[in-house]
């Protein structure tokens, strides 16, 4: 009998994560070979019975039966074959069929690895490996792998090894949390029955089991009591959809909802947590729990602001670390961009040096009492600092939140989501600079931009009624009653109608391109670039968060090949993954404006699409 791994075998048992429904399983299966089994044994009796009746086989007796040499083939498979006893007869076959036939080579493209002669098991895109539920078949499976050497597989099959690694540690750290969650149930339990403390040190038995500080220990605990609240989320921890930091970023962000609205909220964000990064989920959870309960998410704020503070700690490179945390978002953006002014104001005044070594010497020199000057060379060597230039905010939010009409959230590019009264504290500052430029960005029912405007200079927002060229001041709303609109509301929507007709929107390529705002030259015009930046706010690339306006405008089918200077050949990428982009091996195409599909040297493929912003 040919030799078989546990990856064979694996591949024709279900992954199935109830243990109970697998022991069924199992004894159904052993329940119906043992029939099986039975029912050849009375029929082989017979015939050999039949046989003797006409004298055309002599049964051999006992003894002659001893003098034989024994054959290994004969009755049901034992030891390391003792698995197929548990096969029905149809899958025995197809075993047996699967095994006597050599797989047909696989065609792949030049600058991809040969797969001929891979003993990937299952793990190329698509396959059985690559796709199983984690548990002890993926294990398994993975482990026989592991152990023939990854150096046989194909760079498809290594993807595939890599994310059954990262799915089998998402259950591994369910099963560590779900454990360590049971432990401090119990302890509960035996306090509430009058045992005094049990519960207190169940940081210390973990601490004891594991060789984990005690902080540590109370962290995996917090961790357990935030999963057992959230069974959706543990679930998905369970199957390997999510990993241990997109489970956490759930149980923080939910933290401060009651459990009807951590629940819901839970739901809506696990549809799509999988194919999001941990920047990405914390975004959304924060939108979807300021668009589930504004009242909540302001009390954890507040009770948060109260505990703010400096911090300073020692770095593990013999360096140090200054920071202020849970302070108010407003004053940290504007704090960020004076550090970023300052920064370049030194940058042009000839000082050498990043633009963070630069906010960091500025960062210091503040707090220190220091004038900023003071970092220039002496005179003489260099020009003094010239006039700081306007710091860069990207403030995005409904239109209905500025006026005060709803505080639906906003969200300021690299930074995240604000609650709505954040962003009109944010925009009383910006109101107050002449040159602050206001953008319309028009979506679908999705949250993706179909149309475009901005104002001219200096026009700045409809304010509400009487209220001045800004926002209502925090607590004031003006809303309109459901159904009716009185006459302030009235005021505000005549305002509104007024400024939106002085924009003029550009409509946003789509599903095809007609390209009539193609430039003939390389370097897209502003007003191209612009809209470029409104569709794609980030870098284009799967995951990565780097504003568009720190990318550069790259043609997805190279300007010297023949590309586009226009909507449906430009994207942002940062300058890593735009290098990436040009690397042997990686491939890049943009079948309808907005949506890129990159192919990575493993064959492998993803897509990104335009931003999606709140509705």
């Not at 197929?84 to 493209?109: F, G, K, M, R, S």
């Not at 509960?188 to 403390?197: C, I, S, T």
């Amino acid at each position: 009998m040919p030799v078989r791994s546990a990856a064979a075998r694996a591949a024709h048992r279900p992954a199935v994560a109830d243990a109970e429904l697998w022991e069924a399983l199992l004894a159904r299966v052993r329940s119906a070979s043992a029939s099986a089994w039975a029912c050849q044994d009375a029929e082989l009796v017979a015939e050999m019975a039949a046989l003797e009746a006409v004298g055309g086989c002599a049964v051999p007796s006992v003894a002659e039966l001893e003098d034989l040499a024994p054959d290994p083939y004969a009755g049901p498979p034992q030891g390391e074959w003792a698995w197929l006893n548990d096969l029905p007869e149809p899958l025995l076959e197809e075993y047996l069929q699967t095994i006597a036939e050599p797989p047909e080579p696989e065609v792949l493209p030049p600058w991809l690895r040969d797969r001929a002669g891979s003993d990937g098991r299952g793990f190329a895109a698509g396959g059985v490996g690559d796709e199983l539920a984690p548990g002890p078949v993926l294990a398994a499976l993975a482990g026989d792998v592991a152990a023939a050497g990854l150096g046989p597989c194909s760079d498809d099959e290594l993807i595939g090894v890599l994310r059954a690694g990262r799915r089998l540690a998402s259950w591994s750290a369910w099963l560590e949390l779900s454990a360590a969650g049971e432990l401090m149930d119990r302890r509960l339990a035996q306090e509430a029955g009058g045992h005094a403390h049990a519960a207190e040190h169940a940081d210390a038995e973990i601490a004891a089991a594991l060789t984990l500080t005690g902080r540590a220990a109370g962290r995996l605990l917090d961790q357990a009591m935030a999963l057992a609240r959230l069974p959706l989320t543990a679930r998905a921890l369970a199957a390997g959809a999510i990993d241990v930091p997109r489970a956490m970023v759930i149980a923080d962000e939910l933290s401060g909802l009651d459990d009807g609205h951590a629940a819901a909220v839970e739901q809506r964000l696990l549809t799509r947590a999988a194919g999001q990064t941990t920047s990405q989920l914390r975004a959304a959870a924060r939108r979807a729990v300021l668009a589930a309960d504004p009242a909540a998410a302001r009390r954890r704020q507040e009770e948060a602001q109260r505990d703010a503070r400096v911090e300073r700690w020692a770095e593990h490179a013999g360096t140090a670390a200054l920071a202020g945390r849970d302070l108010p978002p407003a004053g940290v953006l504007a704090a960020d961009q004076h550090l970023c002014e300052l920064a370049r104001s030194l940058r042009d005044a000839g000082l050498a040096g990043t633009m963070d070594q630069l906010r960091a010497q500025v960062f210091l020199a503040l707090l220190a009492g220091q004038p900023v000057t003071s970092l220039l060379p002496p005179a003489g060597e260099a020009g003094g600092p010239g006039p700081a230039p306007s710091g860069t905010v990207n403030l995005t939010m409904p239109l209905d939140t500025w006026l005060g009409l709803s505080d639906s959230p906003g969200e300021v590019a690299g930074f995240g989501p604000l609650s709505g009264e954040d962003c009109r504290r944010l925009g009383e500052g910006m109101v107050a600079n002449p040159q602050t430029r206001w953008c319309l960005t028009v979506t679908d029912g999705h949250g993706h931009p179909v149309a475009h405007g901005c104002a001219r200079p200096g026009r700045g927002l409809p304010g509400p009624p009487g209220g001045g060229p800004g926002p209502p001041p925090a607590g004031r709303r003006h809303r309109a009653n459901a159904g009716s609109v009185g006459p302030g509301a009235a005021v505000v929507l005549a305002a509104v109608l007024a400024w939106v007709a002085g924009i003029r929107l550009e409509w946003l390529e789509s599903a095809g391109c007609t390209h009539w705002r193609e430039w003939g030259g390389y370097r897209p015009p502003a007003s191209l670039q612009h809209l470029i930046r409104v569709r794609n706010r980030t870098c284009a690339f799967p995951g990565c968060g780097r504003p568009a306006r720190r990318c550069d405008l790259d043609h997805s089918r190279p300007y010297h090949r023949g590309g586009r200077t226009c909507e449906c050949n430009l994207a942002p990428l940062c300058r890593r993954h735009h290098q990436a982009k040009q690397a042997h091996g990686w491939w890049l195409e943009q079948p309808r404006p907005g949506v890129l599909t990159w192919t990575t040297p493993s064959g492998r493929r993803y897509t990104t699409r335009a931003t999606s912003y709140p509705v």
